[in-house]
């Protein structure tokens, strides 16, 4: 499936019912006091975390989210009702920032909870300011507006594995030999453009879009390739053997890893994986293994045109997730 990973949206808590000026008027009496109620508060704003990696999709064409205000003090000095709190969920690992505080919240946990936006106070009614020297109080406030913020949501990540890799090295091919995802494939750079996803025995692989050199710096797709990958457990570097160049290929992709600041992708565990075996005689993919094996990696090859060869690579990729 194709992930939507960036959305903004517009959140309004809801604003506090205004308190009221009443009389209490009991049979046989002119007068027996003020019984305005005061307003009920305005309904906060939450974020919840569920593991439901389309969710950000769904919310494309719902833009304003709205929590219910609260109602008005009624007669006989009774408050009015409080509005309902609104649960906005999100995927795990999103990050949500209140662009005009620079607040950020983080959901690592399925079920976690964080207040993002507090409802309005309600006002007081007149009840509140009958006193000694006013005993016929006409003042009452009104109910004070929620908080209102424009919210950046991001969504990183939290996959087992992430396949890496410069574009057309045949990550989104190989994820649908793996997990028999149906992510879109074609024979031109940035086919990828969102990460796909697939499962394998229980394991998330994400395919990221494919980088260039400068990416850390912001060029392509930049830091929206890298971010997904920083919580990866373990990186699929995929290196295409129809290149001309695939030792170059992959030192261009390492140095885009070791240049991202804030995360630990350099020392990240690694497979490297020769991608299009199919195109290439063994006396050429033995020597290439040769040479990649002096990275410290583990080197696998691989055709998704070979069931036995994908049926490999799955099986020690399932075994290096459960030892991690």
């Keep these: 499936m194709s992930l939507v990973d960036e959305l903004t949206i517009l959140a309004r808590a809801g604003k506090g019912g205004d308190g009221v000026v009443r009389w209490l008027h009991l049979k046989g009496r002119e007068y027996s006091g003020p019984?305005?109620?005061?307003?009920?508060?305005?309904?906060?704003?939450?974020?919840?975390?569920?593991?439901?990696?389309?969710?950000?999709?769904?919310?494309?064409?719902?833009?304003?989210?709205?929590?219910?205000?609260?109602?008005?003090?009624?007669?006989?000095?009774?408050?009015?009702?409080?509005?309902?709190?609104?649960?906005?969920?999100?995927?795990?690992?999103?990050?949500?920032?209140?662009?005009?505080?620079?607040?950020?919240?983080?959901?690592?946990?399925e079920g976690e909870q964080k207040l993002v936006l507090k409802g309005g106070r309600g006002g007081a009614g007149n009840a509140v300011f009958k006193s000694s020297v006013n005993t016929s109080p006409?003042?009452?406030?009104?109910?004070?507006?929620?908080?209102?913020?424009?919210?950046?949501?991001?969504?990183?990540?939290?996959?087992?594995?992430?396949?890496?890799?410069l574009p057309n090295a045949g990550k989104s091919s190989l994820l649908n030999a793996l997990t028999g995802a149906t992510a879109k494939v074609g024979a031109y750079a940035f086919t990828t453009l969102d990460p796909n996803l697939g499962a394998l025995y229980g394991f998330i692989l994400a395919d990221i879009p494919g980088l260039i050199e400068g990416a850390s710096a912001g060029k392509?797709?930049?830091s929206k390739f890298l971010r997904h990958i920083a919580r990866t457990k373990l990186l699929l570097h995929c290196v295409s053997l129809e290149s001309e160049t695939p030792m170059e290929d992959y030192r261009t992709v390492r140095k885009e890893l070791d240049s991202f600041e804030g995360?630990?992708?350099?020392?990240?565990?690694?497979?490297?994986?020769?991608?299009?075996?199919?195109?290439?005689?063994?006396?050429?993919?033995?020597?290439?293994?040769?040479?990649?094996?002096?990275?410290?990696?583990?080197?696998?090859?691989?055709?998704?045109?070979?069931?036995?060869?994908?049926?490999?690579?799955?099986?020690?990729?399932?075994?290096?997730?459960?030892?991690?």
């Design 220 to 222: 392509g797709l930049g």
């Design 35 to 109: 019984a305005g109620g005061n307003g009920g508060n305005g309904g906060d704003i939450s974020i919840r975390g569920v593991r439901d990696m389309s969710l950000l999709g769904r919310y494309r064409g719902e833009k304003k989210f709205q929590a219910e205000n609260g109602e008005d003090g009624q007669s006989l000095n009774c408050d009015g009702k409080g509005g309902k709190d609104l649960v906005i969920d999100l995927p795990v690992g999103s990050i949500v920032e209140n662009t005009a505080t620079g607040e950020v919240h983080e959901l690592m946990e």
């Design 263 to 324: 995360t630990d992708l350099s020392t990240k565990p690694e497979i490297i994986v020769l991608t299009k075996s199919d195109t290439r005689d063994s006396a050429y993919i033995e020597e290439k293994v040769k040479e990649f094996s002096t990275k410290g990696a583990e080197v696998i090859t691989v055709s998704v045109l070979d069931d036995a060869q994908v049926k490999a690579l799955a099986d020690q990729l399932v075994k290096t997730l459960r030892a991690l």
């Design 138 to 165: 006409m003042e009452c406030t009104p109910g004070l507006p929620g908080e209102e913020a424009t919210l950046r949501i991001e969504l990183r990540l939290i996959a087992s594995a992430g396949l890496v890799g």
